[in-house]
């Protein structure tokens, strides 16, 4: 993985030269130097966002969400045995704090309200990505390294949590006071100040939905429901667009084309399950094989198990990602509105929001479908049954397997956080029912990875690091 790593910081030197334009001084440091501007600096921040959640969140996690599987091309990795090693996440951990977050924090002493506002919330959506693959990590004496502090202590992710709420809350005040002097420096949302409630509203929700098996947010999340303004529709989708031109391409298909390629294979554990529910998406998620006998199909393979295809069959045999889920202009998903759809569902199923609950089930797969640009997404809805008179338990099942389905190919980092959180104690939808054990895997059968290992960097700079944990230990809101 480390030279998919050195590979990323490439793409990313090149996105940035891209837009020199906005960024004509590459060799001075935008957090010090006296000629950067606000716009420069979103620019950039928004730039590394793009390759930490393609890259390092979304290739670091679709193995462990069993959308993919390991392929033909080379000696099956770490990850596909739960294997992890200190030295994985090095990079992540880099390009989070002392890039996208330094800029940002940057932003957040603006003059402009907007910057402010703007950096406020993406602030709190890299932090709670932090939180969910780490657990404690350093937040409120992080970023203060001109104020001498090298060693920040790391908070407790719980207090972290609540202190992201209150951030986004904080956030969207700056909006409410703010004049529209972002432009095209913005690479999600292009100065819409309106959309950007959306999302922080969305993240918000998002935030205190993620505690409800263990600490429940029901009168919060039923203000909020009550009364934001969310992500919708597909007008509404918080992303990062590529032009597919050289520098300015999907992260995840530039480091595959400029490293070993993308050599994975679509994984059964999903394959089986939209063939079980004759789902139409399944053809857009992956690519047909081109030879073969099951040429013109979707072939996927049991996880883990490529050391058990034939040595000299051809990658094209076999399913890989599509252009929808891996390609030159793929864009970069933050947050979708199918996401969003499927956190008020579950709101109004477990705290009776004012929202419909199988309504908001129905616009949730709905949503996705649109995106995706398939036809027939009501008639797929009507055979799901989803009833309101069911046990809340089969619901959540449904609403559960939904959004991982739905995150296939956009958010694959989302889908593997959300089968940890769905997969309860006494109802193991996913460890036991759905996800396959690796015949090569390091843990014993039917125990899968729950969180990231601390980076060795960290561990090494830092003594005020926690002892290192195991890749089964489970952070704060699992169950």
């Not at 095209?184 to 819409?192: A, C, E, S, T």
């Not at 109802?427 to 290992?453: C, E, H, K, Y």
Request: glycine share 8%; proline share 4%.
């Amino acid at each position: 993985m480390k030279n998919i790593y050195k590979s990323s910081i490439a793409f990313t030197l090149i996105l940035f030269m891209s837009c020199e334009e906005k960024i004509t001084e590459l060799s001075n440091d935008p957090n010090v130097s006296a000629i950067a501007n606000d716009s420069e600096v979103l620019t950039s921040a928004i730039g590394y966002m793009g390759a930490i959640q393609d890259v390092d969140l979304n290739q670091g996690s679709f193995l462990w969400a069993q959308y993919y599987t390991w392929g033909i091309g080379v000696s099956i990795g770490n990850q596909e045995r739960y294997v992890a090693q200190p030295d994985d996440r090095n990079g992540y951990w880099q390009r989070a704090y002392a890039n996208c977050l330094a800029d940002l924090n940057y932003l957040r002493s603006s003059e402009s309200a907007a910057y402010r506002g703007v950096a406020g919330i993406l602030t709190a959506y890299v932090f709670q990505g932090l939180v969910d693959h780490f657990g404690d990590v350093p937040y409120s004496e992080a970023l203060q390294g001109e104020n001498g502090v090298l060693t920040p202590a790391f908070d407790s992710a719980p207090t972290i949590y609540v202190s992201l709420v209150s951030s986004i809350d904080s956030a969207m005040d700056e909006l409410a006071l703010a004049t529209n002097d972002i432009g095209d420096d913005d690479l999600v949302y292009g100065g819409d100040l309106n959309q950007w409630v959306k999302f922080a509203n969305s993240l918000k929700l998002r935030l205190l939905m993620r505690t409800s098996e263990v600490d429940a947010k029901g009168s919060e999340i039923t203000t909020l429901v009550s009364s934001g303004t969310f992500l919708e529709s597909s007008a509404d989708i918080a992303q990062i667009s590529w032009s597919g031109t050289t520098g300015n391409s999907n992260p995840m298909w530039s480091v595959q084309m400029n490293g070993v390629g993308d050599f994975y294979f679509a994984s059964n554990a999903m394959v089986n399950l939209l063939n079980s529910l004759n789902d139409p998406r399944l053809t857009t998620f992956y690519a047909a094989a081109t030879t073969g006998a099951f040429n013109g199909q979707i072939r996927g393979i049991n996880q883990g198990t490529i050391d058990d295809e034939p040595f000299t069959a051809p990658a094209t045999d076999y399913s890989g990602s599509s252009a929808y889920a891996n390609g030159a202009t793929a864009p970069t998903v933050l947050m979708s509105p199918w996401e969003v759809w499927f956190l008020r569902t579950e709101a109004a199923a477990r705290y009776g929001t004012a929202d419909n609950e199988a309504t908001a089930f129905a616009n949730a797969v709905q949503a996705n479908f649109d995106y995706m640009g398939i036809a027939g997404g009501a008639a797929y809805i009507t055979s799901l049954s989803y009833s309101t008179t069911d046990p809340l338990n089969d619901r959540l099942n449904t609403i559960g397997i939904q959004k991982w389905i739905s995150m296939n190919g956009t958010q694959e980092d989302e889908g593997w956080i959300e089968t940890r959180r769905f997969d309860r104690p006494g109802d193991r939808i996913f460890t036991s029912g759905i996800f396959q054990n690796p015949p090569l895997s390091v843990l014993a059968a039917g125990t899968f990875p729950a969180s990231w290992l601390y980076p060795a960097t960290e561990r090494s700079y830092n003594p005020k690091a926690p002892g290192q944990r195991a890749i089964t230990d489970q952070l704060f809101w699992d169950n």
